[in-house]
């Protein structure tokens, strides 16, 4: 049988680990198939180091990060605060892997983040969406907000409590980012136990059906 596959859009590397990378631990250990889709190398972080060693640096921590959750990762080169701008070079690249994979749900970021990149992921999962042969769920999970006002829409639990330390493995495979990422860090403890309080478990991610 053809195993279930699972997207996750990411805007820079560490954004899929720190949005949802229990869930994705947590699926890969039930035998789904999970693609994290990152669509900037994050060359302005190091901005005193050339572009092709911060490239080289950030996708070697994913690559390790991917291995410690059990997921896949493509990179695609948007450039930082050029990504609505930008899309139109991979488009099509993108929805080819798409109708190829065809996943059943796919988690993007919040339009509600402050991060201008991470809304820009958003809009672009918008009109991904409208093209895509095969529609998937979309989820929508947070980094840089503190909290979501989408309580319209139907909220999606997931229980990591078994994937919790996977989830802090893999985020600590980012060495370059300890200080980029002590910030969401506080939000990710913070959501995690929200959401494992509301499942009754110890840990738990937290995402809005927005599709």
Same mark, same amino acid.
């Given at each position: 049988?053809?195993?279930?596959?699972?997207?996750?859009?990411?805007?820079?590397?560490?954004?899929?680990?720190?949005?949802?990378? #229990?869930?994705?631990?947590?699926?890969?250990?039930? #035998?789904?198939?999970?693609?994290?889709?990152?669509?900037?190398?994050?060359?302005?972080?190091?901005?005193?180091? &050339?572009? /092709?060693?911060? &490239?080289?640096?950030?996708?070697?921590?994913?690559?390790?990060? #991917?291995?410690?959750?059990?997921? /896949? +990762?493509?990179?695609?080169?948007?450039?930082?605060?050029?990504?609505?701008?930008?899309?139109?070079?991979?488009?099509?690249?993108?929805?080819?892997?798409?109708?190829?994979?065809?996943?059943?749900?796919?988690?993007?970021?919040?339009?509600?983040?402050?991060?201008?990149?991470?809304? +820009?992921?958003?809009?672009?999962?918008?009109?991904?969406?409208?093209?895509? $042969?095969? /529609? %998937?769920?979309?989820?929508?999970? =947070?980094?840089?907000? %503190?909290?979501?006002? !989408?309580?319209?829409? %139907? =909220?999606?639990?997931?229980?990591?409590? !078994?994937?919790?330390?996977?989830?802090?493995?893999?985020?600590?495979?980012?060495?370059? &980012?300890?200080?980029?990422?002590?910030? %969401?860090?506080?939000?990710?403890?913070?959501? =995690?136990? $929200? +959401?494992?309080? !509301?499942?009754?478990?110890?840990?738990?991610?937290?995402?809005? /059906?927005?599709?």
């Amino acid at each position: 049988m053809t195993k279930e596959t699972i997207m996750v859009f990411s805007a820079h590397s560490d954004d899929f680990v720190i949005g949802a990378g #229990g869930t994705i631990a947590k699926y890969t250990e039930e #035998g789904k198939k999970v693609i994290a889709i990152v669509f900037s190398y994050g060359e302005k972080s190091h901005a005193w180091l &050339q572009e /092709k060693i911060v &490239q080289k640096m950030r996708v070697a921590e994913t690559f390790e990060a #991917g291995n410690i959750l059990g997921c /896949k +990762a493509y990179f695609f080169n948007l450039r930082e605060g050029h990504f609505t701008e930008d899309f139109h070079k991979i488009e099509n690249k993108l929805l080819d892997l798409i109708n190829q994979e065809k996943p059943t749900k796919l988690f993007t970021h919040s339009g509600e983040d402050p991060h201008p990149d991470h809304r +820009a992921v958003s809009k672009i999962t918008q009109e991904v969406y409208e093209k895509v $042969k095969t /529609k %998937p769920e979309v989820y929508i999970y =947070s980094v840089w907000n %503190p909290i979501s006002f !989408k309580t319209k829409h %139907p =909220s999606l639990y997931i229980d990591i409590s !078994k994937t919790f330390s996977k989830k802090l493995a893999a985020l600590n495979s980012f060495k370059s &980012q300890k200080i980029h990422v002590a910030y %969401p860090f506080v939000l990710l403890l913070y959501r =995690s136990l $929200k +959401a494992g309080f !509301k499942l009754r478990k110890l840990w738990g991610e937290r995402f809005f /059906k927005i599709k």
